[in-house]
């Protein structure tokens, strides 16, 4: 099974920082990765689907980026409304999520 | 538009089972994927298992065969996931999904959620 792997688990950043998170999966994805904000006591939301293709109504503060086993998401200028755990979702061989990244303000 | 929406939160004794819902509109429900995940609070999204509503054939994780059970209900379109032996492991928030489909292809990733069923398992 390929693993997907977040870090770091625990990000605390200000507002209008440069936010950057990173997903690793053990094998090569082939590009098959979605990003996923989700807020607590919601269902995810997907951000990002095929590695940068930005969802229809996300702001493009939002960006994704990578290839192969190496992923990341970057939100270019924190808001206060992207307060949230973050997490990857790879699609070929099947469906596995990473552990999350958990945003908060510092 | 594509809407799912679950059954309330369950209260379960060890050794039971239950049943949860997801019922949709907004889409062609037969002609559709339903997928299913289990969250425990704060931690990692797992994959359950999908059904195709047009013919009710399923695939299952490894991990939840003999766990859960999907079907369908097309004449409501309705998804439907039993959990049978419940124990306390099975405590968790448990989403369906549908991935996004431009009409012609089914894709890896999930547009579309329910809000989530809280099943809590204790005596």
């Known amino acids: 099974d390929i693993q997907m792997t977040q870090s770091p688990s625990l990000l605390s950043a200000s507002v209008g920082d440069r936010v950057t998170l990173s997903c690793k999966a053990s094998r090569n994805i082939y590009n098959s990765l979605a990003w996923y904000q989700q807020k607590l006591g919601e269902a995810p939301k997907v951000l990002i689907y095929d590695v940068s293709s930005l969802r229809t109504g996300i702001p493009s503060r939002f960006s994704g980026s990578g290839s192969g086993t190496d992923y990341t998401l970057t939100i270019s200028s924190l808001q206060p409304e992207d307060v949230a755990t973050y997490f990857c979702q790879k699609y070929y061989s099947g469906y596995t999520f990473g552990a999350g990244t958990k945003l908060e303000l510092k | 538009q594509v809407n799912l929406q679950q059954s309330g939160a369950e209260l379960v004794k060890p050794g039971a089972s239950v049943k949860l819902s997801c019922k949709t509109s907004?889409?062609?429900?037969?002609?559709?994927?339903m997928t299913w995940f289990k969250q425990i609070p704060g931690q990692n999204i797992e994959w359950i298992g999908m059904i195709y509503a047009g013919d009710g054939k399923t695939g299952y994780n490894q991990k939840f065969k003999g766990k859960a059970t999907l079907t369908v209900d097309t004449s409501s379109s309705t998804a439907f996931m039993d959990l049978s032996s419940l124990t306390t492991e099975d405590s968790a928030v448990y989403f369906c999904?549908?991935?996004?489909?431009?009409?012609?292809?089914?894709?890896?990733?999930?547009?579309?959620w329910g809000q989530g069923t809280l099943v809590t398992v204790s005596s």
């Open positions: 907004g889409y062609t429900f037969s002609s559709s994927y």
């Open positions: 999904a549908r991935r996004y489909s431009d009409g012609t292809h089914f894709y890896g990733w999930f547009a579309y």
